[in-house]
């Protein structure tokens, strides 16, 4: 059973930094993609940023671009997210999401979240 676990959310003042984990277990984490995701009250899910199965390559929403580095650790079976020079619209709840490199643009499993709330 695949699980994603997601930790290092929290409260942070603006222009502070956090860095979230996610750890996966019951998969092969070196042939899935893994992305974040968050969703702020009454707002839909975003996506925030991705890295690849195929040599990490990494992708960011503009609004995360230059302020949030993604990352992964195969031996680990993690993968991060460190947001930098956060502002109050990066408050939401921050989900890690897995995708298996033979899905196409489906996310097959979810974390259960994680809170970050940036204070003005």
């Known amino acids: 059973q695949v699980h994603l676990v997601e930790s290092g959310g929290g409260l942070v003042q603006a222009g502070g930094s956090l860095r979230l984990s996610c750890a996966a277990s019951?998969?092969?984490?070196?042939?899935?993609?893994m992305g974040w995701f968050r969703q702020a009250p009454e707002k839909e899910r975003e996506f925030v940023a991705l890295t690849s199965w195929f040599l990490g390559q990494t992708k960011y929403a503009d609004s995360v671009k230059g302020r949030f580095t993604i990352s992964r650790d195969n031996p680990k079976n993690t993968a991060y997210l460190q947001m930098n020079s956060l502002n109050p619209e990066d408050t939401a709840v921050y989900y890690c999401?897995?995708?298996?490199?033979?899905?196409?643009?489906?996310?097959?499993?979810w974390g259960q979240g994680t809170q970050v709330t940036v204070s003005s």
């Open positions: 999401a897995a995708r298996s490199k033979y899905s196409s643009d489906t996310y097959d499993h």
């Open positions: 019951g998969l092969t984490f070196s042939s899935y993609t």
